[in-house]
């Protein structure tokens, strides 16, 4: 059981806005930073989305995130059929002393 | 470019040792916290270990604790998970990854290495 919360799938259709949510607690969303990494299919994690919504270069401007409080959330505008892929939050748990992820939500672009 | 190589995975029985390695390239390795994250068949992705660019400070999921250890050689621009008394729930696909700061972003992932743990 993963210590940050992901719902498990997500979809919509080419163009519209897709909101992934990421639930913590204080040890760990709450007082640190969130970072988002994207799984294509086969493929090793990518990241994402760091610090306070930064994206690597090469990350389209699509892709954004947000926290409040102790959630987070990662939003996709414009969704494409390339967006398909297992999307996880990650964040640094002070009480467990090591990184925690969220359990993962696979995107499906209808 | 940066680079990360896995290596070291294989089948192996229920409670002997693995040790696996990560070769870096394309970065100042000595300059990264590096750390081993691992994916089970169709699961989600599990922390599994971290170590600082000067090995002072190391961490262990509880899972792990007690017999993984992590290391590191700069000189050789490597890092190894050394995996003892492996269970059938270590079977995994192994990434090691790269970030600027311990507690920070995993910039750079490698493409992992598979590790079953079977009789």
């Known amino acids: 059981q993963s210590v940050l919360t992901q719902p498990p799938s997500a979809s919509g259709t080419p163009g519209q806005r897709v909101t992934i949510s990421c639930s913590g607690s204080s040890s760990n969303i709450g007082s640190k930073t969130v970072n988002w990494y994207q799984q294509l299919p086969g493929t090793a994690p990518k990241l994402l989305i760091y610090?306070?919504?930064q994206r690597p270069s090469g990350v389209p401007d699509r892709f954004s995130g947000s926290k409040s409080g102790t959630s987070a959330s990662l939003a996709i505008s414009g969704l494409q059929s390339e967006d398909e892929a297992d999307y996880y939050c990650?964040?640094?748990?002070?009480?467990?002393?090591?990184?925690?992820f969220g359990s993962g939500t696979k995107v499906t672009v209808l | 470019e940066v680079q990360l190589v896995e290596s070291g995975g294989g089948l192996v029985q229920p409670g002997r040792s693995l040790r696996l390695s990560c070769a870096a390239s394309g970065f100042i390795f000595d300059d990264y916290a590096m750390h081993w994250v691992r994916q089970a068949p169709g699961k989600g992705l599990e922390w599994v270990s971290s170590i600082s660019w000067n090995s002072d400070t190391i961490y262990y999921a509880d899972s792990v604790k007690g017999r993984f250890t992590i290391s590191r050689d700069n000189a050789k621009n490597s890092l190894f998970l050394q995996m003892n008394s492996l269970r059938a729930e270590d079977t995994a696909l192994y990434y090691c990854?790269?970030?600027?700061?311990?507690?920070?972003?995993?910039?750079?992932w490698g493409q992992g290495t598979l590790v079953t743990v079977s009789s």
């Open positions: 610090s306070k919504n």
């Open positions: 990650a964040a640094w748990d002070d009480s467990l002393n090591g990184c925690v």
């Open positions: 990854a790269s970030s600027e700061s311990l507690h920070g972003y995993f910039d750079y």
